[in-house]
């Protein structure tokens, strides 16, 4: 009699979103990674498409340890907003561009094994940054796909975001295609707005200070015997 070997439903297989390992290696790592994210993420705000950090990105149905963990992926025609893990089956959509923060200690993994992984996978575009210029002669290095194979990005463009990429101390800068305008990171975000409150608190102060002007000269014409308000 042959035995009958259950075989686990979709349902009943679990595919995990956390696997208690640090985020990232560094400091730098961490920053350059989460400072992608926040400028990408209003970027993007209004469309379909969402970007994820450092989740699970599960590729095979059923097979839950199937999988790798992006630093950033940026996927389009999907519902926004977060996940607890990225399953490509259910999305219907492989992410478009993923980012790892590289370094010499990760090198091998991201260099081959990702790359590789990310090249069948079909990812338009795989980006290599080295924030700490622990290996990459150039700390960023882009991967662009063309058929099934990608091939060096030279120009440090990048066709699915409409974003020209520039490396600035030891993060990315990003600047839209379209206007030459830059994506400011948080930081820059909140300089930028300090000095728009101040900017108004001053030319409200020069209006108050030119109002005033016109009362003054206004009552020294009255003291004069003369109505200002009869002048035209």
């Known amino acids: 009699m042959t035995a009958t070997v259950p075989v686990a439903t979709e349902s009943e297989i679990f595919y995990p979103s956390a696997d208690g390992e640090p985020v990232a290696e560094t400091y730098d790592h961490l920053y350059a990674l989460l400072t992608t994210l926040e400028v990408l993420k209003p970027y993007l705000a209004g469309r379909q498409a969402t970007v994820l950090v450092n989740q699970f990105l599960y590729y ?138 101040v900017a108004r608190q001053q030319a409200e102060a020069r209006a108050e200070q030119a109002q005033l002007q016109v009362e003054q000269l206004k009552e020294k014409l009255r003291s004069l015997g003369v109505d200002p308000d009869t002048l035209t």
């Open 60 to 197: 095979a149905q059923g097979f839950p340890k199937l999988r790798v963990a992006p630093d950033v992926m940026v996927i389009f025609d999907v519902t926004p907003g977060g996940r607890d893990n990225y399953k490509i089956w259910e999305e219907g959509q492989v992410p478009a561009v993923i980012f790892e923060m590289t370094s010499f200690g990760t090198k091998d993994n991201d260099q081959i094994f990702k790359k590789t992984l990310y090249e069948q996978l079909g990812v338009k575009e795989y980006w290599l940054f080295d924030p700490k210029g622990e290996w990459l002669e150039q700390p960023l290095r882009g991967y662009r796909l063309r058929g099934e194979t990608y091939e060096p990005i030279a120009d440090n463009h990048s066709e699915p975001l409409q974003l020209r990429l520039v490396v600035e101390g030891r993060l990315i800068g990003f600047y839209r295609e379209d206007t030459g305008e830059k994506l400011l990171i948080p930081d820059e975000l909140t300089a930028a707005l300090r000095q728009e409150v």
